[in-house]
């Protein structure tokens, strides 16, 4: 891609960048346009929607400054750790790429402009050069230079290994504090049952009563039986159910341990919260959820296999001169100088953003039908699967098919991967840059505009006579989609630590993405979203892995490029590094892990004391019994309101002994 070519895109870009944050205060100061922008506000808060609005946003900027004012604990206090969380990702990316950008637009690409590899630099000529004079590309073989991206891949490795630590040992420190205080809640003294065995005679009711009043006698308090609704319409036996304990150690204890010689037996976990239980997983048996993994992976492989279709056509796109020998009629189309900047620059990533729009929707419904007991699981579980969807369909499959595709064979050679990726990832850098731009700049900037919702509040003013009772009726506060925005930031911090020493000029594209993230999400935080569950955090630990791929990714790349350009002593010098770098994820992995799979008991058995000391904790305890709301006896058919069978609902033998 030539640099004119990059300057449509980013231009389009910027100009749909322009349009969103101008439009968005004069949409959002209409009233009816409140629930749209501020519901959040209007749930929370109650304010006088005009009177809100005269006082607070009589400038437009006055949005921006709140956004970048607003403290990590007035965030904690009112969206959570998840919440704090996610803008760590941001600020922990945006302090690697200052880092790295410095060191790459400084340092080492005036190195690369300097070489004569692929051409010579000459500045007037700049718009018809191509973007490869300004990466590694353009060093000269053997070049004394090289040297210098040696020593800064070195370098940028241990300062994101520095940062990693830091966050994690901050982030595990954040979790403790939030734990020691928060209020008791139910989740934490209740364990979710499955697979329980029920004897001849007797109910899961009876079951659990007798199983837990026998072997955990001084601590086990009472339970509540989950049904489900059968063809007929009748409720039935799920043999699963919620138990509730005295005390967190009581119930983190009997989560963790096996109870039963068959393992498929009395299977238990900690509950999730009451609003994130995912009440359809209990519908499911053990082996039905068992062949649902296996047809899972296998849909998983086959949406990647054919979503190398559309990378194929983006890719025909940025090679036009490979698609016109196959078909010669674009020849007088793409013969205007403009219209070919705009095909070879905005048009190829801008399809591929369409495409990807589908697939999250698509990791979520496939991590649903997993086995996942809770919502906040299903969406970390998709989060995981749209990474590393986007990590071989968007990265692994544009970079090879971009550099051979003519030679599509040669995707299918594994042998001597990194010479292969360290003479394609270079070749791929505009690109990657034209897509940051696109599906970093504008689609972040869209969600501030939230344009599919004004379009429907819009159509429903238009279509309703009494559209303020509509929009009250229909009032709902979204809250924001991690498995769709997570494994984004993270591609991006993938592109960033693999293209800094290789294309430095991608990093001030990437920063600006970063800075448009930062105020947009805090934005809506302030006034769009409400969390819907709480993981205290548990998006992190995937966070630091997708970090350590990228950096050794990089590395692998860093070896096969100082091969590549005749450094021998550069690629043998690269060799520690990996292995350094998994050391490191090895002990952070033993270090600070298993902060994020249980509580310590230290921890447990303080809140459980100062607990006992607590003149509401019996009240707490009646509130337990009902805390988990079981959807399946709620329905009403055609025969009036269903009774459920009290007999096998719930127990609580032990209340009055509190």
């Known amino acids: 891609m030539i640099v004119s070519a990059l300057l449509t895109s980013v231009g389009i870009n910027s100009c749909l960048c322009i349009l969103y944050f101008t439009l968005y205060p004069i949409l959002r100061n209409q009233p009816g346009n409140f629930y749209v922008y501020i519901p959040r506000v209007l749930a929370t808060e109650g304010l006088e929607r005009t009177n809100y609005f005269l006082q607070h946003l009589k400038f437009s900027t006055t949005w921006v400054r709140a956004a970048w004012r607003l403290s990590e604990e007035e965030l904690l206090s009112s969206s959570g750790l998840d919440a704090v969380v996610f803008i760590r990702i941001i600020t922990f990316s945006m302090k690697v790429f200052l880092f790295a950008g410095a060191l790459g637009l400084f340092v080492l690409l005036p190195i690369n402009a300097a070489g004569t590899q692929v051409a010579a630099f000459i500045i007037y000529d700049i718009p018809t050069a191509t973007l490869d004079l300004f990466t590694i590309s353009n060093v000269n073989n053997g070049s004394k230079w090289l040297w210098v991206h040696c020593f800064a891949v070195y370098l940028v490795s241990g300062f994101v290994c520095f940062l990693l630590y830091h966050e994690y040992d901050y982030i595990c420190s954040k979790r403790v504090a939030y734990f020691y205080s928060s209020k008791p809640q139910p989740h934490q003294f209740t364990v979710l049952l499955r697979g329980i065995p029920v004897p001849p005679g007797s109910g899961v009711s009876k079951a659990v009563d007798s199983f837990f009043m026998n072997y955990y006698p001084y601590t086990y308090l009472s339970h509540v039986v989950i049904h489900r609704t059968d063809s007929e319409k009748q409720l039935v036996e799920a043999r699963s159910a919620f138990v509730f304990f005295r005390t967190r150690h009581g119930a983190t204890i009997a989560s963790q341990l096996q109870q039963s010689d068959k393992p498929t037996d009395w299977v238990g976990e900690i509950a999730p919260e009451p609003h994130d239980v995912h009440w359809a997983v209990f519908h499911s048996s053990f082996l039905r959820r068992w062949l649902l993994k296996v047809v899972i992976i296998v849909t998983y492989i086959l949406v990647t ?354």
């Not at 800075?515 to 630091?544: C, R």
């Not at 692998?556 to 550069?570: D, H, N, P, Q, Y």
């Not at 600070?592 to 003149?615: G, I, M, Q």
Request: charged share 15%.
């Open 305 to 658: 296999v054919l979503f190398i279709l559309p990378v194929m056509l983006v890719q025909g796109l940025t090679n036009l001169s490979q698609l016109e020998v196959y078909f010669p009629f674009l020849n007088s189309i793409l013969s205007t100088k403009y219209i070919r900047q705009i095909v070879t620059g905005y048009l190829p990533n801008l399809i591929l953003k369409l495409f990807l729009l589908l697939i999250p929707p698509v990791m979520k419904f496939l991590s649903s039908i997993q086995g996942h007991v809770s919502h906040s699981e299903i969406q970390r579980s998709a989060c995981s699967k749209f990474f590393w969807f986007m990590i071989w369909n968007v990265f692994f499959a544009n970079v090879l098919s971009g550099s051979v595709y003519t030679q599509l064979e040669e995707l299918l050679d594994v042998k001597n991967v990194p010479t292969k990726l360290a003479v394609a990832v270079p070749a791929q850098a505009s690109f990657f840059i034209a897509y940051v731009v696109t599906s970093g700049w504008t689609s972040t900037s869209s969600y501030l505009f939230r344009t599919k919702q004004v379009i429907q509040s819009t159509l429903k003013r238009c279509c309703c006579c009494c559209s303020k009772k509509t929009n009250a009726d229909e009032f709902e506060v979204p809250s924001i989609r991690y498995h769709k925005q997570i494994p984004k930031i993270l591609f991006f911090g993938l592109l960033g630590i693999t293209y800094f020493f290789l294309a430095p000029l991608m990093l001030p594209f990437l920063l600006v993405y970063l800075s448009i993230a930062y105020i947009v999400f805090k934005n809506q935080f302030i006034n769009v979203y409400a969390p819907k569950f709480e993981t205290a955090g548990k998006f992190w630990p995937l966070v630091h892995n997708s970090m350590i791929f990228s950096l050794l990714l990089m590395q692998s790349i860093a070896l096969g490029i100082f091969t590549v350009k005749k450094l021998e002593m550069g690629s043998s010098i690269m060799f520690p590094l990996p292995v350094l770098t998994l050391l490191f994820n090895e002990y952070c992995r033993k270090r600070f892990l298993p902060n994020f799979t249980a509580y310590s008991v230290e921890s447990l058995l303080k809140r459980d004391r100062e607990d006992a000391n607590d003149p509401g904790m019996l009240e707490f305890y009646h509130q337990l019994m009902t805390a988990y709301r079981d959807p399946a006896l709620a329905p009403v058919d055609t025969d009036g309101v269903r009774v459920p069978n009290h007999s096998d609902n719930h127990t609580a033998p032990l209340l009055s002994s509190v």
